[in-house]
């Protein structure tokens, strides 16, 4: 379905923005706005402003920015069109009506949702009656209480052919049939069975049985878990109209508003883990439904929070589907966008971890996890011996195939810098300063060095310290370091690009040092892209000021109206300003220490080692020179 933005927009101006809001969480009145403490991190001062003039909410503390289709789906939970419907339900307009074959779709699926409703009716009148008492016993034995299983709604299926079949005859056999209740002995998943009498049959028979629901809460399918001996243990409704297993998350309806408050979302295995671990006090759980995680489940994943948990069981299958995970996510991988991975004792899932041990060792593995980028370089250095260089080589392989995945071109280069320095570290490198590739007769490229805009090859530079001086100390910096800042704040755009290496500088300036982290912060924002916008969420206090001048200040000729191959020289040239800006404070750190290492042992290597760093040095300051006089800055 195609929305125009006159009904959006108008859905937008039938809605009170302050009154939505406040069925969830108390607002007050404040002058020609309204303010709260953000439901979208921890507060007790409140820094929420909700405008209803123009529509848009905005944290100061956290950055949460949207209007009221964003709060639908950010702090509800809801699909895009579901949060649309919702809103324009409430303000009276229609949704533009879809294609007759959608229409009808949506018709049959409301009739199938009906099923399936009486379904879970009839479980969970099953679970309370006399067929019911071992499955009953068995939720004790498991320790879930009378309160987790009606919000889960556990059930039972009895072990009968037929009592379901005839408990929900009105809805006729072919609806039962398509939602996956039945068994159709004519299809081709009952082969076994076409011996026997051909009607059709109940497929959950003397089990254990749970809801699967949607992001709305509406049941969709099933799950039933054996009560004793009997394969399989778990059975899952088939894919039907509602249900494809590949696209849903059990609990999502329940993880997806708590995972708004926790800031996180786990992903584990199974539905007692999940239904464990929300007992134990952690209600933003999530689990595949009996295969790998997909792409779809990934994506639905990143809408709850940008870096999940996979939280797999400790053992060697449980470790073997987390890689699995991680592999499936690399082509997906954008700025921001992530998983990390966290480790459960060997032989332990989270639902013995908590019974046995608690909700605080729980949180505390989850305190451990490992970003997804560590996990991959472990599991490759451990997947074969790694001592001769026939398997060194092969490591290198096995890693360059990872970075090859990755389909953002940024993320990718981030992941081979940091591959190719754990590479090196690991195999060559030497005491105090990491190797440095040699230039070979040939010449050509080399790991770690870089040309500049004349072409000449730049020998990479020493690894940063944690004893580096704040940029912008010299006269030089400061007055490139304020173009720079100029030129971002006239292109906000750019600053996403560059985030990482600014967030990584240290300025002298306090002043300036808070500017740069504000448009560092706002440029997670799809609205900061404009300087416009940029400046109306610091309002008239002291960073609106400062921006304003500094507008006015000398800056880069960084600008689109320029011809195609200036507007590339002048993107070079920000990135290489950011570049040198960056590395002076380290080359002075690590000129530093090469020389009191001469100084106290001096030999050819070490004297060698200062006059390479002090080259380094005065390169550097030749270039920070052209790059300050030069026209680039006007």
Wanted: some cysteine; glycine content about 8%.
């Amino acid at each position: 379905m195609t929305l125009t933005p006159a009904f959006l927009d108008e859905l937008r101006a039938r809605t009170s923005l302050s009154t939505l809001i406040g069925r969830t969480i108390k607002v007050q009145k404040a002058g020609r706005e309204y303010k709260a403490c953000c439901p979208f991190h921890n507060e007790k001062t409140p820094s929420f402003t909700i405008n209803d003039e123009k529509g848009f909410y905005h944290c100061f503390g956290c950055g949460a920015h949207g209007d009221a289709i964003r709060w639908m789906t950010d702090q509800r939970g809801l699909p895009f069109m579901e949060a649309v419907r919702e809103l324009a339900q409430a303000a009276g307009l229609d949704v533009p009506a879809p294609d007759p074959r959608a229409a009808h779709r949506a018709e049959q699926a409301k009739g199938l949702h009906d099923v399936m409703a009486a379904a879970q009716s009839f479980f969970e009148d099953q679970l309370g009656g006399i067929d019911g008492g071992d499955a009953r016993q068995y939720l004790i034995q498991r320790g879930i209480g009378d309160a987790t299983r009606r919000a889960f709604g556990f059930g039972y299926s009895p072990d009968s052919r037929g009592k379901l079949k005839t408990a929900l005859r009105d809805f006729g056999e072919p609806m039962l049939v398509e939602t996956g209740l039945l068994i159709d002995p004519d299809g081709a998943e009952a082969d076994g069975e076409k011996a026997r009498k051909r009607e059709s049959y109940d497929r959950f028979r003397g089990r254990l049985m749970l809801p699967i629901r949607d992001i709305r809460g509406r049941i969709i399918a099933f799950g039933g878990r054996i009560l004793g001996a009997g394969e399989p243990k778990y059975l899952n409704s088939p894919d039907t109209p509602l249900f494809d297993k590949g696209r849903t998350l059990y609990n999502i309806d329940r993880a997806s508003p708590a995972s708004r408050h926790s800031g996180r979302v786990l992903v584990v295995e199974g539905y007692m883990d999940v239904i464990a671990l929300a007992q134990a006090g952690f209600g933003e759980a999530v689990a595949p439904l009996g295969t790998a995680l997909t792409e779809h489940q990934i994506e639905r994943l990143w809408k709850m929070a940008q870096v999940p948990i996979l939280c797999f069981d400790g053992d060697a299958a449980g470790q073997k589907a987390a890689v699995r995970a991680a592999m499936r996510a690399l082509p997906l991988l954008r700025p921001g966008y992530s998983l990390a991975f966290a480790t459960l004792p060997a032989g332990q899932d989270p639902d013995d971890l908590v019974r046995a041990s608690g909700p605080a060792a729980f949180e505390a593995v989850l305190d451990r996890a490992e970003p997804l980028v560590d996990r991959l370089w472990n599991h490759e250095c451990a997947a074969a011996p790694l001592d001769t260089p026939e398997q060194r080589a092969a490591l290198k392989q096995r890693l360059s195939a990872i970075t090859d995945s990755i389909g953002h071109g940024d993320v990718r280069a981030h992941y081979v810098h940091m591959f190719r320095e754990r590479y090196d570290a690991l195999f060559f490198a030497r005491p105090g300063f990491a190797a440095q590739p040699r230039q070979s007769q040939g010449g050509g490229a080399r790991a770690g060095w870089q040309r500049d805009r004349r072409g000449n090859w730049k020998a990479p530079l020493p690894p940063a310290t944690g004893d580096a001086r704040a940029i912008g100390a010299t006269g030089l910096e400061a007055r490139l370091l304020r173009a720079v800042v100029a030129s971002l704040l006239r292109h906000p755009d750019q600053i996403a690009v560059h985030r990482e290496a600014l967030s990584a500088l240290k300025v002298a300036d306090p002043a300036l040092a808070q500017l740069l982290a504000a448009m560092i912060s706002a440029s997670f924002r799809k609205e900061t892209v404009e300087t416009i916008a940029l400046l109306t969420i610091w309002g008239q206090g002291d960073l609106y000021n400062m921006a304003k001048g500094m507008l006015r200040a000398d800056t880069f000729t960084f600008t689109p109206h320029r011809k195609e191959a200036d507007a590339g020289r002048a993107r070079r040239d920000l990135d290489e300003a950011i570049r040198v800006m960056a590395q002076g404070p380290e080359l002075e750190a690590a000129l530093a220490e090469a020389t009191r290492r001469a100084s106290e042992e001096l030999s050819e290597e070490t004297f060698a080692e200062q006059q390479r760093v002090r080259q380094l040095k005065a390169e550097h300051d030749r270039r920070l020179a052209e790059l300050v006089q030069s026209e680039d800055i006007i």
